[in-house]
T-cell receptor
Framework: EAGVAQSPRYKIIEKRQSVAFWCNPI?????LYWYQQILGQGPKLLIQ????????DSQLPKDRFSAERLKGVDSTLKIQPAKLEDSAVYLCASSPLGPTGYGYTFGSGTRLTVV | GESVGLHLPTLSVQEGDNSIINCAYS??????FIWYKQESGKGPQFIIDIRSNMDKRQGQRVTVLLNKTVKHLSLQIAATQPGDSAVYFC???????????FGRGTSLIVHP
């Protein structure tokens, strides 16, 4: 079974620039999550999708972050404009729907450096 | 001991020793707990889980202990190997939710 694919692996941008990350979840997984992991901390949930609908985006800084999952499969996370404190690893995870939703699988993440 | 800021708590052991990684969780309503292993440059990887109606669960070389009275989890790794070197996170999931909330993490360093 292929894992959760993310790209790019690394990105360096200047503050106030824009950046986008892409995630392709495991085939058949209805639920997709974006996490932000700041160095030395555990991942923090930004947004959860179920199919192509948003379930929880309460932790997403909506003034600069946006995410979409148009066809219920791939997802993109965008930051515009970026700030220095956005430097982190952005992890995508997917899980099946329902009680087996505990079966989280994470991608390897995109490491963002804002300079 | 525990540090602040960017410094993760660190556990250094010799290859072949047993390792114990501890975690305090915060939500008494959490009824499901997971330990994850995160190697450098990779996402967290599931190791073992435990439900709140259990106090111990064993896997291959790993055991998770749950003490609900003091809201404490531990992960025991038997015969630790260099490949076990990673950051270990505990995560708690409240009843009715599927979303893990991650703890701070402990860096395990295994010396050959």
């Amino acid at each position: 079974e292929a894992g959760v694919a993310q790209s790019p692996r690394y990105k360096i941008i200047e503050k106030r620039q824009s950046v986008a990350f892409w995630c392709n979840p495991i085939s058949g997984h209805a639920t997709l999550y974006w996490y932000q992991q700041i160095l030395g901390q555990g991942p923090k949930l930004l947004i959860q999708f179920q199919n192509n609908g948003v379930v929880d985006d309460s932790q997403l800084p909506k003034d600069r972050f946006s995410a979409e999952r148009l066809k219920g499969v791939d997802s993109t996370l965008k930051i515009q404009p970026a700030k220095l404190e956005d430097s982190a690893v952005y992890l995508c995870a997917s899980s099946p729907l329902g009680p087996t939703g505990y079966g989280y699988t994470f991608g390897s993440g995109t490491r963002l450096t804002v300079v | 001991g525990e540090s602040v800021g960017l410094h993760l708590p660190t556990l250094s052991v010799q290859e072949g020793d047993n390792s114990i990684i501890n975690c305090a969780y915060s939500n008494s309503a959490s009824d499901y707990f997971i330990w994850y292993k995160q190697e450098s440059g990779k996402g967290p990887q599931f190791i073992i889980d435990i439900r709140s109606n259990m106090d111990k669960r064993q896997g291959q070389r790993v055991t998770v202990l749950l003490n609900k009275t003091v809201k404490h989890l531990s992960l025991q790794i038997a015969a630790t190997q260099p490949g076990d070197s990673a950051v270990y996170f505990c995560a708690e999931i409240p009843g009715g939710s599927y979303i893990p909330t991650f703890g701070r993490g402990t860096s395990l360093i295994v010396h050959p």
